[in-house]
């Protein structure tokens, strides 16, 4: 019985709705101005994220022209980091706002992969090469500076290309095929100036905390930076391999097969 009157109740309360005319133009208005407030953020994002790339594509063209320019004009190593390590600084700096635009939703990569990608060369600048002086003159650094210069102009105007329409597919092609290079290279540069960096580190016992110490705490910036390296190892495969998942998805099916027989 009660079943039957709750059933009751709720049909005399749907017709009773039916009957009451709801607002017509309630459910539109809000409906429009979501949709405008949507449209906005779009078009903001979008105007931003066409701004922000286009900066750091003119940022990294001057770095690498003016990396390739003095060592073809002075044949040494020396000086380099004086002559772009400004710049350098600043533009690898900026990145560290594509892990913010991961976590706004302003692109939809993931923002742990961004991170790992982003950390290792924001740590190479501000904790490896601008502390030590030895780092600014070793052989390893014109290997990163220009791997990072071809990578990052390449990737940032392919960004900028996809954000106005569609971008030429030979830069398409060279933003999903030159990491297969350029990527090792950067790395082994990073790594190369992180072993060149270990003795001065251990010697001046830099940004390291030793007890006794009124935290009593241990910090050993030496063995960080020796676990920095070894993490390279598993994490470069995975990054590596990220990449290669996005050509084959870009390029097709045979950049697929064409990078498997040259990992194979």
């Not at 459910?27 to 949709?35: D, H, I, Q, V």
């Not at 600084?89 to 302003?106: P, Y």
């Not at 009593?216 to 063995?223: A, E, V």
């Amino acid at each position: 019985m009660q079943s039957c009157n709750t059933e009751l109740a709720i049909k005399s309360r749907k017709l009773s709705f039916k009957e009451i005319p709801a607002p017509k133009n309630m459910n539109n208005g809000k409906t429009n101005r979501e949709a405008k407030e949507s449209n906005g953020m779009a078009a903001f994002s979008k105007a931003y994220l066409v701004l922000y790339n286009s900066v750091q594509t003119a940022g990294w063209s001057y770095i690498l022209i003016k990396t390739v320019k003095y060592l073809l004009l002075n044949q040494a190593v020396e000086g380099l980091w004086n002559d772009c390590g400004t710049s350098v600084t600043i533009f690898q700096s900026l990145a560290a706002l594509e892990v913010i635009h991961c976590i706004v939703g302003f692109v939809p990569s993931s923002a742990l992969v961004t991170f790992m990608q982003v950390f290792s060369r924001v740590f190479m600048v501000w904790g490896i090469i601008w502390p030590i002086e030895k780092v600014q003159s070793c052989p390893t650094l014109p290997l990163t500076l220009i791997a990072w210069g071809i990578t990052e102009v390449v990737r940032y105007s392919y960004y900028c290309c996809n954000l106005l329409g569609s971008p030429p597919k030979a830069l398409t092609w060279c933003r999903y095929s030159l990491f297969l290079g350029l990527y090792p290279a950067g790395v082994s540069g990073e790594l190369g100036n992180m072993l060149y960096s270990l003795s001065t580190i251990k010697k001046k016992q830099l940004y390291s905390i030793s007890l006794p110490n009124s935290y009593n705490i241990s910090f050993s910036y030496y063995y960080f930076c020796l676990c920095l390296m070894a993490s390279y190892a598993p994490i470069f495969p995975q990054l590596f391999n990220h990449m290669l998942r996005q050509r084959k998805k870009i390029l097709g099916s045979s950049a697929g097969k064409e990078v498997t027989k040259k990992v194979n």
